[in-house]
């Protein structure tokens, strides 16, 4: 690399995926989450106190139930199934059982709340689970495996927060690293990168480029990344100084 010369590349990074996740504010969603469960867990208490009443009343079956809001497990499954929800009767036969999706008991059966099902709707228009997201996550991030992915929720360089039982990432989320991942480098892809190209440069110098703002770049999660086309000007720029003039 050419020494006593500096290259300064002037650009501002204006990216809407990267502004949405760096604008991502979890507490906020924490809090619109807590007034959402607080309204349905009063929802859900009418529903099964007026159920319950209805069936010591005239030991109603599932049809009669069903118009109070209730469902039956198979029926629920159905209907979730009917919505675009993929998930295995068993896994969602587990879930009832670890209670991450409320039932009642009616008489000598189980039956779920239609607000619980629409919630559960809802949730999965708006989250991944952490396997779904790293499914996404690494077609385009193909070094990464699923334990590296966990740490990184773990370390909160990838938002997460908990609801219910649970650990969700906002689809948001996933949306914007995807987009990293297609369209940046990480410090060390830009540097294995501009050796490719054939421009020899070590990392300790590069980070202080970085330091210096001398190349473009953001910093998601306590990382840095590097627009592609940017590195791909810098290795044209650093070729074109070391030729002899």
């Given at each position: 690399m050419p020494r006593g010369r500096r290259i300064v590349i002037n650009r501002k990074?204006?990216?809407?995926?990267?502004?949405?996740?760096?604008?991502?504010d979890l507490n906020d969603i924490r809090k619109r989450r807590g007034a959402v469960e607080r309204g349905l867990s009063s929802s859900i208490s009418s529903v099964m106190e007026a159920a319950q009443r209805t069936y010591e009343?005239?030991?109603t079956g599932d049809s009669e139930l069903k118009r109070t809001g209730l469902l039956s497990i198979q029926d629920s499954y159905e209907y979730l199934r009917t919505k675009g929800m993929d998930i295995s009767f068993r896994a969602f036969g587990g879930r009832i059982e670890r209670r991450s999706i409320p039932s009642v008991k009616v008489g000598k059966k189980r039956y779920i709340p239609m607000q619980s099902l629409e919630d559960i709707l809802a949730v999965g228009k708006e989250f991944y689970s952490i396997r779904e997201a790293y499914e996404l996550y690494k077609k385009y991030n193909r070094m990464?495996?699923?334990?590296?992915f966990i740490g990184r929720v773990e370390k909160s360089s990838i938002p997460s927060l908990k609801i219910g039982t649970k650990r969700l990432i906002?689809?948001?989320?996933?949306?914007?690293?995807?987009?990293?991942?297609?369209?940046?480098?990480?410090?060390?892809e830009a540097i294995k990168e501009l050796h490719v190209k054939g421009v020899e440069i070590k990392r300790n110098a590069f980070e202080r480029r970085l330091d210096r703002n001398r190349i473009p770049h953001v910093k998601i999660g306590g990382r840095r990344f590097i627009p592609r086309d940017v590195?791909?000007?810098?290795?044209d720029k650093e070729i074109a100084l070391s030729k002899p003039k």
């Amino acid at each position: 690399m050419p020494r006593g010369r500096r290259i300064v590349i002037n650009r501002k990074i204006n990216d809407e995926k990267i502004d949405r996740l760096t604008s991502l504010d979890l507490n906020d969603i924490r809090k619109r989450r807590g007034a959402v469960e607080r309204g349905l867990s009063s929802s859900i208490s009418s529903v099964m106190e007026a159920a319950q009443r209805t069936y010591e009343r005239s030991r109603t079956g599932d049809s009669e139930l069903k118009r109070t809001g209730l469902l039956s497990i198979q029926d629920s499954y159905e209907y979730l199934r009917t919505k675009g929800m993929d998930i295995s009767f068993r896994a969602f036969g587990g879930r009832i059982e670890r209670r991450s999706i409320p039932s009642v008991k009616v008489g000598k059966k189980r039956y779920i709340p239609m607000q619980s099902l629409e919630d559960i709707l809802a949730v999965g228009k708006e989250f991944y689970s952490i396997r779904e997201a790293y499914e996404l996550y690494k077609k385009y991030n193909r070094m990464i495996n699923y334990r590296a992915f966990i740490g990184r929720v773990e370390k909160s360089s990838i938002p997460s927060l908990k609801i219910g039982t649970k650990r969700l990432i906002p689809r948001d989320a996933i949306d914007s690293l995807s987009h990293i991942a297609r369209k940046y480098y990480s410090v060390s892809e830009a540097i294995k990168e501009l050796h490719v190209k054939g421009v020899e440069i070590k990392r300790n110098a590069f980070e202080r480029r970085l330091d210096r703002n001398r190349i473009p770049h953001v910093k998601i999660g306590g990382r840095r990344f590097i627009p592609r086309d940017v590195i791909d000007e810098l290795a044209d720029k650093e070729i074109a100084l070391s030729k002899p003039k």
